[in-house]
């Protein structure tokens, strides 16, 4: 219905995170019924976006500028890095305005069901950042099981370094992912962070 | 005492019913019907409004009419006169396999903020084989068991089910040891809450029915046969952990050779005896354990009750099958007596006449169900 190029919409939008064949075709018909208020300057900010918005080369955030907002912000204490598994991750904790240092987004956390080896995980950007001035790293990585076995893995990667390595106390519930707990219990765990066993 | 209510039941394209709108209207219902009638499926369409698998223990994707597609059961239910909404199916995408939950309308923000609103206990004719089957059987009967009284168990269960498969698959593609001690400090934390959750379901359930929670049935007791119950039995829980972890760690080599876990939860047994004789259950008559089991799910209910503050729905698919006359009435004065709301299931409706004052009668047939009264003369036996 409505032409390869309706069509072609459609399986874009289906791709979305959150999203399948019915409510992409939803979302196609509402903005198609008004192209000129909903489809235009949502194509002209998806172009902007493309074009401006791109990886931190230190941490991995994701911003118009790079370094990002974060790493460019002398404010922050650079002797603290948070490490996160994705954007999300780092966002929500900016939420919680309870970290004042840097972050490092992983990209990934390892999962032996999902086929994610330590080979699939890229520490050189993180290693080459830990040059002395780092003597905090805060492992915030997600409360599953697998969030919990890349942790302790990336705290023996760490040992050599000899920099701290701390992680989020979670009072989490098991399977919890960061970006969607409150602020309240993310700044609470934040706080809480103790050294891993 | 506050008793969880189903008042209303909808069910679409689920197992043989198309479309069902359906009141129970009274506390004690029976649901009569010819074998393949629909009958179970209406149980475990209630059971499913928890968050497990349901009484069959069925696959989402299974459970649609015609084995494919969408389904849904959706419940307005009651405790104190309070009403809630939840519904479950399938995820309206295709291809309909993940589950989804709604309570009042809203998707929760988690399956937690359903299993502490809905409470069920149930007993199948299924359940008659577990005291002769496979250990596996039992340990997921203490498993759900103890998930009802304590959500959280089924979350401690399924990580340690998770981290046991994982390092299963890293040892076995040779992988980075750092890794696979991640997965074995998991297995052995989570193993360890598992366990002394079933400690605390047994423990529990034998004081509820030393007690008298469903006299005038057997009373039973459950002993856990678990070397992981042992150690926590003489030691601190983290020094069982420690130990659990080591243990994992030296057994890597054996356990890439068998594919399994030397140490962990999954080699728990549960051994069910009778509490005055010591005599296991296994070597009762089929009577006997069926007079067991419905002893396990009242005293199980009243567990319920107490650690939620709520009297579960009690399923009761084919109860009096097995039973005999006296074993009968006996149920039939328990239930009168119960706050809570039971379902229950029969080929003959004559057989739960003695409840005609007390129950609500239903027939069931070709994917509906309609009201009837109970036939005025019991079956002479
Ligand atoms: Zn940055």
Redesign the pocket.
């Known amino acids: 219905m409505g032409g390869p190029e309706v069509e072609r919409l459609i399986a874009l939008l289906a791709k979305l995170p959150g999203m399948g064949p019915r409510s992409a075709r939803r979302a196609a018909l509402r903005m198609l019924a008004e192209p000129e208020t909903r489809m235009l300057p949502l194509a002209a900010a998806l172009s902007e976006a493309a074009r401006t918005v791109s990886a931190?080369?230190?941490?991995?955030?994701l911003?118009t500028r790079?370094?990002?907002?974060?790493?460019?912000d002398n404010a922050r204490d650079r002797s603290l890095v948070c490490v996160v598994e994705t954007v999300s991750d780092l966002w929500a904790l900016e939420r919680t305005h309870t970290h004042h240092g840097?972050?490092h987004?992983l990209g990934a956390t390892l999962s032996a069901l999902g086929g994610v080896t330590p080979a699939d995980i890229d520490l050189s950007l993180l290693l080459r950042r830990l040059d002395g001035t780092v003597r905090e790293i805060i492992l915030a990585l997600p409360a599953t099981v697998d969030g919990a076995a890349t942790t302790h893995w990336l705290t023996e990667k760490l040992a050599a370094s000899g920099i701290a390595v701390t992680r989020l106390a979670h009072g989490v519930p098991i399977g919890g992912s960061l970006d969607i707990l409150d602020d309240g219990t993310l700044a609470t765990a934040l706080k809480a962070r103790r050294p891993v066993e | 005492m506050t008793a969880l209510r189903l008042e209303r039941l909808t069910l679409s394209r689920f197992r043989n019913y198309e479309a069902l709108d359906w009141r129970p209207g009274a506390r004690l219902v029976v649901i009569a019907g010819a074998n393949g009638s629909g009958k179970t499926n209406l149980l475990e369409a209630v059971s499913l409004l928890g968050t497990g698998r349901g009484l069959r223990g069925a696959a989402t994707a299974t459970l649609a009419r015609g084995g494919q597609g969408a389904w849904a059961v959706a419940a307005r239910l009651a405790v104190d006169g309070e009403r809630f909404e939840v519904a479950t199916g399938t995820d309206p995408e295709p291809p309909h396999e993940r589950r989804v939950f709604r309570l009042d309308g809203a998707a929760p923000r988690s399956q937690a903020e359903i299993a502490a609103r809905v409470a069920t206990a149930w007993i199948t004719p299924q359940m008659d084989r577990l005291f002769g089957e496979a250990a596996s059987g039992r340990r997921r009967f203490l498993d759900r068991l103890a998930a009802a009284v304590e959500p959280a168990h089924a979350r401690a269960l399924a990580a340690w089910e998770t981290a046991a498969a994982s390092r299963r698959r890293v040892l076995a593609e040779g992988g980075d040891a750092a890794w696979l001690a991640g997965f074995e400090e998991a297995m052995a934390r989570h193993a360890v809450a598992v366990t002394a959750g079933r400690m605390a379901l047994a423990r529990e359930l034998n004081a509820a029915l030393a007690a008298g929670a469903a006299a005038p049935f057997p009373v039973v007791r459950l002993v856990l046969d678990c070397a992981i119950a042992a150690a926590l039995g003489g030691e601190p829980a983290l020094a069982v952990e420690e130990g659990l972890r080591a243990a994992l760690v030296g057994a890597r080599a054996a356990d890439r050779a068998s594919g399994s876990a030397s140490v962990g939860a999954h080699r728990a047994d549960l051994r069910i005896e009778d509490a005055a004789s010591g005599l296991d259950a296994a070597m009762a008559s089929t009577g006997e354990q069926k007079a067991m089991l419905v002893g396990i799910v009242l005293g199980h209910a009243a567990v319920v009750a107490r650690s939620r503050g709520m009297a579960p729905l009690l399923l009761l698919d084919e109860p009096l099958v097995h039973l005999d006359a006296g074993r009968r009435a006996a149920l039939f004065a328990t239930l009168r007596g119960l706050d809570a709301q039971a379902l229950m299931t029969g080929t003959e409706a004559g057989e739960f006449a003695p409840l005609a004052d007390a129950a609500a009668l239903f027939a069931c047939a070709g994917g509906g169900l309609s009201p009837a009264p109970f036939p005025t003369v019991p079956r002479a036996w």
């Open positions: 931190c080369s230190t941490c991995g955030n911003d790079n370094p990002c907002m974060v790493c460019a840097l972050y987004v």
